[in-house]
């Protein structure tokens, strides 16, 4: 797994990173299958949110206030509010143009 | 401006490329990548969606003549958002520098969606663009270093990416074969 921006948030990381992907790797098979009926989606999708939120929102919290911190620190975030005020990316961009292929 | 685009596919399924894609760092092929946080992350409990905003720190040397005109060191900083779509089986990532951000801007792109059930196909595209403030030359220079950095860096990325999914997939065959 890929050190954090700061070692003290990197022991940390590796303990959501470890986490999130145990999760998600149980989330996504299922998902694929369940795409027929939108309402058996949407009860699948919120069972695994608070899913996720309880098995991995303690460790996320922590982590994420420490690299929160080491992304001031480094005079990130300024940066960083800046790339989001530009493109918030709040949702999914819309699928690329399909461009005349050479 | 630039602009840059390439078209592949993997060998393997959608879901497997997307699981991958929390793995494919650190990689030797891609050894100026060497922090990746996650800032920001929710699970939509409607949609199914994830969004992940992670921040990658980059250590690469730059040339003399760009650290002389624009400062900064060998460490770059790149923002990027994914969302992971698995009712439509999209994924999407969209980054950008933050650092020399108020020089250039290089925004890429990247889409993987199924091919078939055990390929994916991958679009990369990527805009590179020197602001305006910067005297013709020197912006016109700039934007040359970073399409010629990010050209190498997508080629890498592919190596590494492949590295990562073949050994995912290996590890699952060996599980799956065990008694």
Redesign the interface.
């Known amino acids: 797994?890929?050190?954090?921006?700061s070692p003290e948030?990197t022991p940390l990381?590796h303990e959501?990173?470890s986490c999130?992907?145990a999760w998600?790797?149980g989330?996504?098979?299922p998902?694929?299958s369940?795409?027929a009926a939108s309402e058996e989606?949407?009860a699948?999708?919120?069972r695994?949110?608070?899913e996720?939120?309880n098995t991995c929102g303690k460790i996320?919290v922590k982590?994420?206030d420490c690299?929160?911190k080491?992304?001031k620190d480094r005079g990130?975030d300024d940066?960083?509010n800046?790339?989001?005020q530009e493109?918030p990316?709040?949702e999914?961009?819309p699928?690329?143009m399909k461009?005349a292929t050479s | 401006m630039h602009y840059f685009?390439q078209v592949f596919s993997y060998d393997h399924p959608w879901?497997k490329v997307?699981?991958g894609m929390?793995?494919k760092?650190?990689n030797p092929h891609c050894a100026h990548?060497?922090?990746?946080?996650?800032?920001d992350?929710s699970?939509?409990?409607?949609?199914?969606?994830?969004?992940t905003?992670r921040?990658l720190?980059c250590k690469q040397k730059a040339p003399v003549w760009v650290v002389k005109l624009f400062g900064g060191s060998e460490d770059a900083?790149v923002?990027e958002?994914s969302?992971v779509?698995?009712?439509t089986?999209?994924a999407?990532m969209?980054s950008?520098n933050?650092?020399l951000?108020q020089f250039a801007t290089c925004y890429e792109?990247v889409?993987y969606s199924p091919a078939s059930n055990s390929r994916t196909t991958f679009?990369q595209?990527a805009e590179i663009q020197a602001r305006m403030t910067l005297w013709r030359s020197v912006s016109d220079k700039l934007e040359n270093w970073l399409v010629q950095r990010f050209e190498q860096n997508a080629q890498l990325g592919k190596l590494a990416f492949t590295d990562v999914l073949r050994s995912l997939s290996g590890s699952q065959d060996k599980q799956s074969a065990s008694p």
């Open positions: 797994m890929a050190h954090s921006l948030c990381k959501y990173d999130f992907n998600f790797e989330y996504l098979e998902a694929l369940a795409s989606r949407r699948y999708s919120k695994k949110a608070e996720y939120e996320w982590y994420r690299v929160q080491a992304v990130l940066l960083l800046q790339a989001r493109n990316l709040k999914p961009p699928p690329p461009e | 685009s879901s997307v699981i929390w793995h760092y650190p990548v060497v922090t990746v946080d996650v800032v992350r699970v939509d409990p409607n949609t199914g969606i994830i969004r905003e921040i720190g900083f923002r958002v969302f779509d698995p009712a089986q999209t999407t969209t950008v933050l650092s951000s792109h889409l679009t595209t």
